[in-house]
């Protein structure tokens, strides 16, 4: 497989790494641009949502994309260029959103990505997650989803399947615990995200990748038996949340 170079990104390289496989997205090490301001977004969505996801996205996510730091929005103006050029070409961007037991933060990436997508009417977009091993949705991350909103039905099984709807229209993302490269994710031109620290460094590159990027958060399991418990997976919901509205909101722009 050939690797382009995505414009101005200038990130991708051949290698061969923890993740394996023979062309791949790798890590970049080059300085990044200046970080975009942040855009001005629309008040009310594109599409019909939840009446407590419209006021979850107005009230509290919104607003959290002024506090996101200028190294943050310089990644994520670099996917967005990404996901731009894709869709400029008539071509899906596809993301995949990965950490290590593919149970919280890329579970919340995957569902804030396509939510905001949606809310700015930015088509054209496909979200993944995946781990470097197979565990289960946790269902912290799943209650906190429900607090910001979504509907959320089924769940069975070790590792159960979560179904989980923004609005009335539309089909819900399906989230479980899977493998990265699993058969239901994307195999070839993706756009790999690593959201946590110890995925970034094992998996120096990810096979199929024709981007791969480090946007890691820290981890709510820190707080899990605590009293903080609620309030540390709302707070990563939401900067997770926010960060997506500002990347789509790039692209929008």
Same mark, same amino acid.
């Given at each position: 497989?050939?690797?382009?170079?995505l414009?101005?990104l200038?990130?991708l390289g051949?290698?061969?790494?923890? #993740?394996?496989?023979? @062309?791949t997205?790798s890590?970049?090490?080059e @300085?990044?641009?200046?970080?975009?301001?942040?855009?001005?977004?629309?008040?009310?969505?594109?599409? $019909?949502?939840?009446?407590?996801?419209?006021a979850?996205v107005?009230?509290h996510?919104?607003?959290a994309?002024?506090?996101?730091?200028?190294?943050?929005?310089a +990644?994520?103006?670099?996917?967005a260029?990404?996901?731009s050029?894709?869709?400029?070409?008539?071509?899906?961007? *596809?993301?995949? /959103?990965?950490?290590?037991?593919? =149970?919280?933060?890329?579970?919340?990436?995957?569902?804030?990505a396509?939510?905001? !997508?949606?809310?700015?009417?930015?088509?054209?977009?496909?979200?993944f997650?995946g781990?470097? *091993?197979?565990?289960? /949705?946790? $269902?912290? !991350?799943?209650?906190?989803?429900?607090?910001?909103? /979504?509907?959320?039905?089924?769940?069975?099984?070790?590792? &159960?399947?979560?179904?989980?709807?923004?609005?009335?229209a539309?089909?819900?993302?399906?989230?479980?615990s899977?493998?990265y490269?699993? *058969?239901?994710?994307?195999q070839?031109?993706?756009?790999a995200?690593?959201t #946590?620290? =110890?995925?970034d460094? =094992? #998996?120096?590159?990810?096979k199929?990748?024709?981007?791969?990027? =480090?946007?890691?958060?820290?981890? &709510?399991?820190?707080?899990d038996g605590?009293?903080?418990?609620?309030?540390?997976?709302? *707070?990563?919901?939401?900067?997770?949340?926010?960060?997506? /509205?500002?990347?789509?909101?790039? +692209?929008?722009?």
């Amino acid at each position: 497989m050939r690797i382009r170079r995505l414009g101005l990104l200038s990130v991708l390289g051949l290698m061969v790494g923890a #993740c394996g496989g023979d @062309a791949t997205g790798s890590r970049h090490d080059e @300085a990044t641009p200046a970080a975009p301001a942040v855009p001005e977004l629309p008040m009310t969505p594109k599409v $019909s949502m939840h009446p407590a996801l419209h006021a979850h996205v107005r009230e509290h996510v919104l607003p959290a994309m002024a506090e996101i730091p200028a190294e943050r929005r310089a +990644v994520l103006a670099q996917l967005a260029a990404f996901v731009s050029e894709r869709r400029a070409e008539g071509q899906p961007a *596809e993301l995949t /959103f990965i950490c290590t037991h593919n =149970s919280r933060r890329s579970q919340l990436g995957q569902v804030w990505a396509a939510t905001a !997508a949606a809310w700015l009417g930015v088509d054209g977009v496909r979200t993944f997650s995946g781990g470097t *091993e197979v565990t289960a /949705f946790n $269902s912290r !991350a799943v209650e906190a989803l429900r607090r910001a909103g /979504f509907e959320v039905g089924g769940a069975e099984g070790d590792n &159960p399947r979560y179904a989980v709807s923004m609005g009335p229209a539309g089909a819900p993302t399906e989230g479980w615990s899977k493998r990265y490269d699993d *058969e239901t994710n994307p195999q070839q031109g993706f756009a790999a995200i690593m959201t #946590c620290s =110890s995925a970034d460094a =094992s #998996c120096p590159t990810v096979k199929g990748a024709a981007l791969r990027l =480090s946007l890691a958060y820290d981890d &709510p399991k820190q707080a899990d038996g605590t009293p903080q418990e609620a309030a540390r997976y709302d *707070e990563r919901s939401r900067q997770i949340a926010a960060e997506m /509205f500002y990347l789509f909101g790039l +692209v929008q722009a």
